[in-house]
């Protein structure tokens, strides 16, 4: 049989006519985005197929490995557009069979179009899901009601408000997928649509099935078990996303539908999904960043040495070790070694007790690690990353010392200046800033910075081994502390003043919680260590400088003590409040002249995010960050805030500058840890514009 090709007049969708099927491709790379353009595309050659007698069935497919994935929210179409849903409905409506030929993402309303589809083939790889509940959404095509009816309620609800994808394979043992096909699955999906022509009683448009509809109790008490996990969320859209599942398999399409619209239209506007999608437009620009690589290519990197065995510099040589790399473990005596070797051991101890690896595993491992004591045995290293929390001019020289021309020097600690210690150095185009954060496992941003003579070689090697590390890099411009410190204490001065004004400890860290933060900022203190985090010294007794010194000086320096802001009973457990602290708190409050007020949870919120906004805005005029959304993915992916909050920028745009720059104001006449409003700051206002206009 002959095959004719023709491109169609809307751009990004072509056709080709083979055997009397209509082959419709979208094309519009890398993501095959139902963007405008190919939504009206779709629509015309969905109308051209019907039209034509000589077209007897239809298969949809993508193009550069994808089928296709949903368009951007950000989109203002021309009212004449139709939207993903009319062309779903349109797609289900015709009279003639529709296949989708799945290769690569179906994502999003890639999902949706699929489902509309008449039957659905798909590569083993391919990759099918709904991630709108990872943005506060539900999907807007029908998918709710779709997937139910082909899938059975249970698989939909768990697709669904997990937000996973799945692949081909596990689609077709789903019922979403009918027929795998590895090599052509245009081809086998021309035979089908030719197939189903031949045979139309047999076409099942998705939104009518009721063949998936047996499930009874087992589906009512699978709503029952989400919807008690639901409620306990802080998010609406879980809840939402249960009732319009449930309503698919209970009610008429039509009023399904319309709960579905209703909810998206509700999701769509809250200020939980206006952050989670600024969260992940962020994350695909850092994304992006961390892949690039300049012209200079990197140097062989074999070993790594870290200077440090304890707290963040286990945690690195884990990570090293599992990348695969020799490790020298260096501290500088006996029993700093001692205790940080026993560290590392302990955390592959406790992946042999989980079953994770194996005895003779972790033996293999351990066997590249060589713990050292002292400084002048790194000479094999290409790499020496020193993760303690000081550094000092001695130690710069003596790991210049011992490591070979060549070996990149990588310096992680808080108030140091990169181009100065590259100056104390014989290697000062090898020496590289980067800060990364406890809890490196789920914290995986690294902040990379370069001085002025930093060479684009050690640069190179520097972000070779942070990819390999599953680092996700933020080029930052040189300070002497890390963006993260900065909003930490920005949050932690903040709330000495709202301490300072009658709330309690606990209350002031159970709303930071509730908003998004892993730790309450005191809770926060006593985890890292209140001589490391807390206030700056010279502020005792003067208003906003909070009582750490106080507790310091009794013993209460946090969670290793089992004292601190709170004292800690049993191991793992939470701290409860304690009465000692509390008369601190209210001696330090007498001795300033503070008449304690009732202090709102909102209140508390709003000036913890003022204050770390403000320090992000002083960080943009420093250059220490090129834009408000690297802030915002320090704060997610460096410090743990919930996704939810959209990191501490965005959060300052939905609180709106005006209140920031009030609470700032306000603040900054008591306090002199937090300054008033900046001139990044003032010029927004006087402008009408907001963080996120900096971000284009």
């Not at 070993?303 to 690195?316: Q, T």
């Not at 309450?520 to 209140?530: E, K, L, M, P, Q």
């Not at 089992?562 to 009973?569: I, L, N, P």
Request: glycine residues 10%; hydrophobic residues 45%; proline residues 4%.
């Amino acid at each position: 049989m002959g095959r004719e090709e023709q491109v169609a007049p809307i751009q990004k969708v072509k056709s080709e006519r083979r055997d009397g099927v209509l082959i419709v491709v979208i094309e519009n790379p890398p993501t095959a985005a139902l963007s405008a353009d190919v939504r009206t595309g779709l629509m015309r050659a969905l109308d051209e197929a019907e039209a034509d007698t000589s077209i007897r069935g239809i298969v949809l497919t993508g193009s550069e490995g994808a089928f296709a994935t949903g368009a951007s929210l950000n989109e203002t179409p021309a009212n004449d557009v139709p939207d993903l849903a009319a062309v779903c409905d349109r797609i289900e409506a015709a009279t003639k069979p529709v296949v989708a030929a799945i290769q690569g993402a179906s994502l999003g309303g890639g999902l949706e179009l699929a489902l509309a589809a008449h039957l659905r083939v798909a590569t083993p790889s391919a990759r099918l899901g709904a991630p709108d509940i990872t943005l506060g959404l539900v999907p807007n095509a029908g998918c709710t009601q779709r997937l139910p009816k082909v899938v059975g309620g249970i698989a939909a609800l768990k697709l669904l408000l997990s937000g996973r994808a799945v692949n081909g394979e596990v689609a077709q043992k789903l019922g979403l997928v009918d027929v795998i096909e590895a090599r052509e699955p245009v081809a086998v999906a021309v035979r089908h649509a030719l197939r189903l022509a031949g045979s139309p009683s047999t076409i099942l448009r998705s939104s009518e099935r009721r063949d998936r509809l047996g499930e009874g109790t087992a589906f009512l008490e699978a709503v029952a078990t989400h919807r008690r996990a639901a409620d306990a969320s802080p998010l609406d859209a879980p809840l939402r996303m249960i009732d319009c599942v449930e309503s698919a398999l209970l009610l008429p399409y039509d009023i399904g539908r319309g709960m579905e619209q209703a909810a998206f239209e509700d999701l769509v506007v809250s200020e939980h999904s206006k952050s989670l999608r600024h969260i992940f437009s962020a994350e695909r620009k850092l994304h992006a960043a961390t892949k690039w690589e300049g012209r200079v290519p990197s140097r062989p990197i074999n070993g790594v040495a870290i200077v440090g065995a304890r707290a963040v510099g286990a945690e690195l040589v884990v990570q090293c070790l599992d990348a695969g790399f020799s490790v020298t473990v260096a501290e500088a005596s006996d029993e700093a070694l001692e205790e940080g070797s026993g560290r590392i051991i302990g955390h592959y101890d406790a992946r042999v007790a989980a079953g994770q690896m194996s005895e003779d595993a972790v033996e293999a491992v351990l066997e590249r690690m060589q713990p050292v004591s002292g400084f002048d045995t790194l000479g094999e290293a290409d790499i020496v990353i020193d993760a303690l929390p000081a550094l000092s001019r001695k130690r710069v020289s003596a790991l210049d010392a011992s490591m070979k021309a060549g070996a990149v020097l990588i310096v992680g600690a808080e108030n140091v200046d990169i181009e100065s210690v590259a100056k104390m150095t014989n290697r000062a185009a090898d020496v590289v800033g980067m800060r990364v954060y406890p809890g490196l496992k789920k914290n995986r941003l690294a902040e990379m910075a370069a001085g002025e003579s930093t060479g684009p070689r050690a640069l190179a090697t520097a972000r070779v081994l942070a990819r390999k590390l599953d680092r996700l890099i933020l080029d930052v411009g040189p300070s002497r502390e890390g963006i993260g410190t900065r909003i930490a204490e920005a949050l932690h001065a903040a709330a000495d003043l709202c301490l300072e004004d009658g709330a309690r400890v606990g209350q002031i860290d159970a709303a930071l919680k509730d908003w998004g933060l892993p730790f309450g900022s005191f809770a926060w203190r006593d985890v890292t260590g209140i001589r490391r985090v807390g206030a700056p010294q010279g502020l005792e007794g003067q208003r906003g400088g909070g009582i750490d010194a106080v507790l310091v000086s009794t013993g209460r320096i946090g969670m290793p003590a089992g004292r601190g802001y709170f004292t800690y009973r049993e191991r793992g457990k939470p701290g409860v409040e304690d009465p000692e602290v509390q008369n601190m708190i209210d001696a330090d409050r007498s001795a300033k002249g503070i008449e304690a007020r009732k202090v709102s949870d909102g209140e508390i919120r709003a000036r913890c995010v003022a204050a770390m906004a403000g320090a992000g805005a002083a960080i943009l005029a420093e250059g220490g960050a090129r834009r408000p959304s690297d802030i915002d993915m320090v704060a997610v992916h460096g410090l743990g805030f919930a996704r939810r909050t959209g990191g501490v920028m965005f959060a300052a745009d939905l609180m709106g500058l005006a209140e920031v720059a009030r609470h700032l104001s306000e603040m900054a006449q008591v306090s002199s840890r937090i300054a008033p409003p900046n001139g990044v700051l003032n010029d927004l206002l006087t402008s009408g514009k907001t963080f996120g206009d900096l971000n284009d």
